[in-house]
C-alpha cells in the first residue's frame, strides 16, 4: 500500500486548497478512503470518509459544510476540497485507506506519510 498526499500550504483564514492523494499497491475503487488531520500537540482526527457509492460521504461536524471529499477511481486519487479554512483547520492531514478508528494514537501502513496545512494571516 502507498499513499502520496500533496496540496497542503499556508493559506490565510477563509481561504481554499485542495489535497490530493494518489494511492497504489490495493483495488482503490473497493476500499473506503478516509483523510484524518493531526494539530499541533494534539491527537489524530477524523475528517471525512468516502466509499464506492454514490452520496457515500461522511464528514465531522467541525468540517462540514466546508470541505468535500471526491475520488477519482480511474486516476486512483482521492481529493479534499477545503472552503473557507479556518485557524483551527491547521495540522498535517493524511490519507488512509479504509475507515478511521476513534482513539487512534499512531500511523499504520494503511496511513500516508501526510501534508502540511497552515491556516495563519
Known amino acids: 500500500v502507498q499513499l502520496v498526499e500533496s496540496g497542503g500550504d499556508l493559506v490565510q483564514p477563509g481561504g481554499s486548497l485542495r489535497l490530493s492523494c494518489k494511492a497504489s499497491?490495493?483495488?482503490?475503487?473497493?476500499?473506503?478512503k478516509t483523510w484524518a488531520r493531526q494539530a499541533p500537540g494534539k491527537g489524530f482526527e477524523w475528517v471525512a470518509s468516502i466509499g464506492g457509492g454514490i452520496g457515500s460521504e461522511v464528514y465531522a461536524a467541525s468540517v462540514r459544510g466546508r470541505f468535500t471529499i471526491s475520488r477519482d477511481n480511474a486516476e486512483n486519487t482521492v481529493y479534499l476540497q477545503m472552503n473557507n479554512l479556518k485557524s483551527e483547520d491547521t495540522g498535517v492531514y493524511f490519507c488512509?485507506?479504509?475507515?478511521?478508528?476513534?482513539?487512534?494514537?499512531?500511523?499504520?501502513?494503511?496511513w500516508g506519510q501526510g501534508t502540511q496545512v497552515t491556516v495563519s494571516s
Open positions: 499497491g490495493f483495488p482503490f475503487s473497493t476500499f473506503v
Open positions: 488512509v485507506k479504509g475507515g478511521f478508528r476513534v482513539g487512534t494514537t499512531s500511523r499504520t501502513s494503511d
